[in-house]
């Protein structure tokens, strides 16, 4: 061998390295697209091949709807838009339907479902239950289009297959044709492989969201094998489950004594587009305003620090259980490839 010729070996730790300084590079500009606060209220981000700017934090439907109180969940949703949390989080069966219900009722009002960058999700894998989500979930959120359209829960081996060989898809991009839907997407909280088969398949999507938060980082890492490639293809990453779940506040703050907003800051530290939040209260809407306000990265060193306080519970599943279990999975998508819902 010549000092003109490197080995094989060279040569793969030349090209592994490369990649990883593109995987930094491409993160470091998602990060870079950060606008200040001052501009919108909320920072913003780029999401993705889109080129749309969105809130870096995005209001969750799931949490919304579970106001008991409708008029305070629209308090609620107005205080969000009038403070730039302009990204709205939905899906078609959320409390069956009444989340976007109740959301389409506060953007109807004086308009603001011109200020809102609105998604909701496609529970259906076929062409007509597709086409029927569609329809009603436009009805219920009061709305000629949705601006970002997902497919909810690739928590299954074959989800990818069906939503091609169903004709889910085929209905996705008609919608997008006849001007229903703008952008199409897909979510999954179980497995990165599950992700990775999506992004394999033959569509450029727009977006894909996925569990981030520190425990992730140990365990199924979505935050190791999806965005990185995500990055490759520049699909705008949503993250979610930044608490980690639980019956409360969030496993995170119940299991490790964590703040939601050091959880939070390590969220929107990673190359996430926008970091879905939960919120039922007008406290934390302005807890995570306030967050969103302040946001400076985490140093590497602090990164190090956070993961190793959590590493040693973190490793085999037992706080993630919407990856280790089916307890996370929605009843709807249980039924519909016939798992019991007991």
Known sequence: MTPETPSASRREFMKTAGTRLSVAALAGQVLESTTSAAESGVPKRKLGRTGEMVSMLCLGGWHIGSVKDDKEAIRIMHAAIDEGMTFFDNAWDYHNGHSEEVMGTALKMDNRRSKVFLMTKN??????????????????????????????????????????????????????????????????????????????????????????????????????????????????????????????????????????????????????????????????????????????????????ALRAKVRDQATDGRHELFKSSKMYDGPHHRKQHGFDLA
């Open 123 to 304: 529970c259906e894998r076929d062409y007509a239950g597709s086409m029927k989500n569609l329809e009603d979930s436009l009805r219920r959120l009061k709305t000629d289009h949705l601006d970002l359209w997902q497919f909810h829960e690739m928590v299954y081996d074959n989800d990818p297959d069906w939503v091609f060989d169903k004709g889910g898809l085929k209905a996705a991009l008609e919608a997008k044709k006849a001007g229903k839907v703008r952008y199409i997407g897909f979510t999954g909280h179980k497995d990165p492989a599950i992700h990775m088969k999506m992004l394999a398949k033959p569509h450029a999507w727009d977006s894909a969201q996925m569990p981030i938060n520190v425990l992730d980082f140990h365990y199924r890492s979505f935050q190791k094998q999806v965005v990185p490639e995500c990055l490759r293809r520049n699909v705008g990453v949503i993250g979610m489950k930044g608490l980690a779940g639980g019956a409360t506040q969030g496993r995170l703050i119940e299991k490790f004594g964590l703040t939601a907003a050091e959880c939070f800051r390590y969220c929107l530290s990673q190359p996430v587009s926008t970091q879905v939040v939960g919120i039922t209260t007008m406290a934390q809407l302005k807890e995570d305003i306030a967050l969103a306000r302040s946001f400076q990265p985490m140093t590497a060193a602090e990164l190090d």
